[in-house]
């Protein structure tokens, strides 16, 4: 078992997290929180994937919909736009 396995499983049986899912879950966010890149990244590959709209990937992202920062992505307009 690597150390991170293993520091996680001690954090779950200590009583902190219910479940693995749980502290993977937490852990996710603050990534997130600390990278906002990520966020904008993750939000794109939704968005490409269809998993969500245009006004939800800018949501995810923290950012609002702006064609010029899309276009170089390989984004287009084929869901609705934030007002």
């Known amino acids: 078992m690597s150390e991170i ?3 996680i499983d001690l954090l779950r049986r200590s009583g902190r997290f219910a479940s693995e899912e749980e502290f993977l879950e937490e852990a996710f ?3 997130l929180d600390k ?3 990520l966020r904008v990244e993750l939000a794109v590959e939704r968005y490409k994937t269809g998993d ?5 990937a ?3 992202s923290g950012l609002r919909y ?3 920062t899309c276009l170089p992505r390989g984004l287009n307009n084929r869901h609705s736009l934030l007002s």
């Open 66 to 68: 702006d064609y010029g």
């Open 52 to 56: 969500v709209s245009l006004n939800r």
């Open 5 to 7: 396995k293993r520091d």
């Open 35 to 37: 990278r906002p890149e």
């Open 29 to 31: 966010r603050a990534l």
């Open 58 to 60: 800018a949501e995810i």
